[in-house]
């Protein structure tokens, strides 16, 4: 595993499901008293090059965090972006899960992405024990891996790839083959007309714009194994620990399946039951389970009332007119593709005030009173009073994924607006070519040679005209070369990088990029 991972880095990128913020909220809901994100001593295993946890560091530098990494190549990769931000509240480590002491210390919140079924059993057993010895009494263990039944069609794409790359060595050569070999496979796939050719078809289609890591280390790494999330449940209860929920929260509700589901499932009486059936029905291939320990005072009877005490965020496409005065459903748009339907008016105009603050965090107290007001002024006095409405649908877009909640009711930087300035961590990802950046709430933003050109210029020295003639020049000289880019004439090519420019210089303060 390590030649593989050292020759062929993981993409190491923000799971935003992983984040303390995120954790502690899902803890809180299950009626545990999660440790405080603020200063949480975190440790992740698999760490990679620290993708993940470089941006919790750097947005929590009261917290504590260490990632352990057995690739070399991936922690130097990791160490020299550390270097450059000057943190002192991290560390990444080479080190081997199995060989792991008790010196290491305890943490509220343990983090393993990627790793638990790309492992042989004797590591997934040490995982789950490193989890159990070393949590707080309240913390939170965030454990990823593939499942069963879903993974069935995706294992004949992965068997397929070995097959076709059978005694090849090199990683870089199987990738390359494998790569080559899905090219020509794909345009075979779409003349056939079979369930299996459809199926296919849709994991070619995911695989093609996925990255080349990916590709290689699920489908081409010696070891897949994925869980069936009963046993995983049953194994987890015999190293001392319990299941908590999915992060993916709405996958515990069966009523997302339609009522004749909810009704049948509930004869099953047992938590790992309803949720193997539940896998069953949604032919799912990937959880990503929150722990804690078995001693732990968990309910799985949510109380939404425990949404008053929490912050809100979201980034929403807004409706173009919004009816705040009936109760209408209307579609708001997440995650680019997504409609989730909103009905309650007082829902509708929160949606409108978090989507306007994003990406702060506002008080539930303060998200009604400003939602309130909204309706007031549209004329909706009777729907303005009823905080129940709001709390049934805000917990629904939360478990959607919608909305965000998280127990911090931290304000972000809009940056200046006459000379702009990433931070740090921004203009150290940028210099380092990772073709991406970390977010305020803990997703990423690919970045192309042009959007990743002006991040390094984001040093708070331009003012928005000299940036704009600075890639001007970068471009015309061939300092910057964008094949894409075939501007007629000077003046057009100024406005062309004059628009780009203003572009993502809303989308880097949109996203907590600038200070």
């Given at each position: 595993m390590n030649d593989s991972y050292d020759e062929i880095p993981y993409q190491s990128i923000p799971f935003t499901d992983s984040d303390p913020e995120n954790l502690a909220a899902l803890g809180q809901m299950f009626g545990l008293d999660a440790p405080d994100p603020t200063r949480a001593r975190v440790l992740e295993l698999g760490c990679a090059s620290g993708g993940n946890l470089v941006p919790m560091a750097f947005r929590l530098p009261e917290g504590r965090f260490l990632g352990v990494e057995l690739a070399a190549r991936q922690v130097q990769d990791g160490q020299r972006l550390l270097a450059e931000l000057g943190l002192d509240n991290i560390r990444i480590e080479q080190g081997d899960i199995m060989e792991l002491g008790e010196g290491i210390g305890e943490f509220d919140y343990i983090i393993t992405h990627g790793v638990y079924s790309w492992v042989p059993p004797a590591v997934q057993?040490?995982?789950?024990?490193?989890?159990?010895?070393?949590?707080?009494?309240?913390?939170?263990?965030?454990?990823?891996?593939?499942?069963?039944?879903?993974?069935?069609?995706?294992?004949?794409?992965?068997?397929?790839?070995?097959?076709?790359?059978?005694?090849?060595?090199?990683?870089?050569?199987?990738?390359?083959?494998?790569?080559?070999?899905?090219?020509?496979?794909?345009?075979?796939?779409?003349?056939?007309?079979?369930?299996?050719?459809?199926?296919?078809?849709?994991?070619?289609?995911?695989?093609?714009?996925?990255?080349?890591?990916?590709?290689?280390?699920?489908?081409?790494?010696?070891?897949?194994?994925?869980?069936?999330?009963?046993?995983?449940?049953?194994?987890?209860?015999?190293?001392?620990?319990?299941?908590?929920?999915?992060?993916?929260?709405?996958?515990?509700?069966?009523?997302?399946?339609?009522?004749?589901?909810?009704?049948?499932?509930?004869?099953?009486?047992?938590?790992?039951?309803?949720?193997?059936?539940?896998?069953?029905?949604?032919?799912?291939?990937?959880?990503?389970?929150?722990?804690?320990?078995?001693?732990?005072?968990?309910?799985?009877?949510?109380?939404?009332?425990?949404?008053?005490?929490?912050?809100?965020?979201?980034?929403?496409?807004?409706?173009?007119?919004?009816?705040?005065?009936?109760?209408?459903?209307?579609?708001?748009?997440?995650?680019?593709?997504?409609?989730?339907?909103?009905?309650?008016?007082?829902?509708?105009?929160?949606?409108?005030?978090?989507?306007?603050?994003?990406?702060?965090?506002?008080?539930?107290?303060?998200?009604?009173?400003?939602?309130?007001?909204?309706?007031?002024?549209?004329?909706?006095?009777?729907?303005?009073?009823?905080?129940?409405?709001?709390?049934?649908?805000?917990?629904?877009?939360?478990?959607?994924?919608?909305v965000g909640m998280t127990p911090l009711q931290r304000r972000h930087s809009r940056g200046d607006a006459e000379r702009p300035r990433a931070h740090r961590l921004a203009r150290a990802q940028a210099a380092q070519q990772l073709g991406h950046l970390a977010t305020a709430r803990h997703s990423t933003i690919l970045l192309d040679p042009f959007s990743t050109r002006l991040v390094l210029y984001l040093d708070g020295r331009r003012t928005v005209p000299e940036l704009i003639e600075q890639l001007t020049t970068d471009i015309r000289e061939q300092r910057l070369v964008l094949p894409d880019l075939k501007p007629t004439t000077p003046d057009k090519l100024k406005a062309q990088v004059g628009a780009n420019v203003e572009r993502f210089l809303k989308l880097f303060a949109r996203q907590g990029i600038l200070e």
């Open positions: 057993a040490r995982i789950l024990e490193l989890c159990a010895r070393h949590l707080v009494p309240h913390g939170i263990a965030y454990i990823s891996y593939n499942t069963w039944p879903g993974w069935r069609m995706r294992g004949v794409v992965r068997d397929l790839l070995l097959y076709h790359t059978r005694g090849i060595e090199d990683p870089r050569q199987k990738l390359d083959k494998a790569i080559a070999f899905l090219a020509g496979f794909e345009p075979v796939v779409t003349q056939v007309e079979t369930e299996a050719a459809r199926f296919l078809r849709e994991d070619l289609q995911r695989l093609r714009i996925s990255h080349p890591s990916y590709l290689y280390h699920e489908y081409l790494e010696t070891w897949n194994q994925p869980q069936f999330v009963s046993e995983f449940i049953a194994t987890v209860e015999g190293q001392g620990l319990q299941y908590m929920c999915d992060a993916d929260l709405k996958s515990m509700f069966p009523s997302v399946l339609g009522e004749q589901a909810e009704s049948w499932l509930e004869q099953f009486e047992t938590l790992a039951e309803q949720e193997q059936y539940l896998d069953y029905l949604g032919n799912r291939c990937f959880r990503q389970s929150l722990l804690c320990r078995a001693g732990a005072p968990l309910s799985h009877d949510l109380d939404i009332g425990r949404l008053r005490h929490m912050a809100f965020f979201a980034n929403l496409g807004i409706p173009a007119k919004v009816n705040l005065r009936k109760a209408r459903p209307e579609d708001f748009t997440f995650g680019g593709d997504k409609d989730v339907q909103v009905t309650h008016p007082l829902a509708k105009a929160a949606l409108m005030e978090l989507t306007t603050c994003y990406p702060d965090a506002m008080p539930f107290a303060e998200l009604v009173e400003s939602a309130a007001a909204r309706l007031r002024a549209a004329g909706n006095d009777t729907a303005a009073e009823d905080v129940n409405g709001l709390l049934s649908e805000l917990f629904i877009l939360f478990t959607h994924q919608a």
